[in-house]
């Protein structure tokens, strides 16, 4: 059994930084992701690391503003965002899965094990 526990959402204004942690708990799976589902929108995947290899997969969508990072225990992944804006607004997940390639795909569909979430709102 995998538990995951993430942190550090809040409410912020446009153009912050903010940092969220996931926690895991538990041996399964070689790869940890971030994902962010808005209000009516579908679960989008924003990065990803091998925690085995140290793949590190970003979604285009926030590359250059947010940089994923893991602690060298190799339990907890840390998401930076920078230049935060109001299209950032949602509900961010932390996920854990296993997988053969280099980099962990981001399709929720892949990963078996997810944490509570955590919100970030972010207005003018």
């Known amino acids: 059994v995998v538990r995951l526990e993430e942190s550090g959402g809040g409410s912020v204004l446009a153009g912050s930084i903010l940092r969220l942690s996931c926690s895991k708990f538990?041996?399964?799976?070689?790869?940890l992701a971030w994902f962010r589902q808005a209000p009516g929108k579908e679960r989008e995947g924003i990065a990803s690391?091998?925690?085995?290899?140290?793949?590190?997969n970003v979604a285009d969508s926030v590359k250059g503003r947010f940089t994923v990072s893991l602690d060298p225990t190799k339990t907890t992944i840390g998401l930076r965002m920078t230049d935060l804006k109001p299209e950032d607004t949602a509900m961010y997940y932390c996920?854990?899965?296993?997988?053969?390639?280099?980099?962990?795909?981001?399709?929720?569909?892949?990963?078996?094990?997810w944490g509570q979430g955590t919100q970030v709102t972010v207005s003018e």
């Open positions: 996920a854990a899965g296993s997988f053969t390639s280099y980099y962990a795909p981001l399709r929720p569909q892949d990963y078996g094990f």
């Open positions: 538990g041996s399964r799976g070689n790869s």
């Open positions: 690391i091998r925690v085995d290899l140290g793949g590190i």
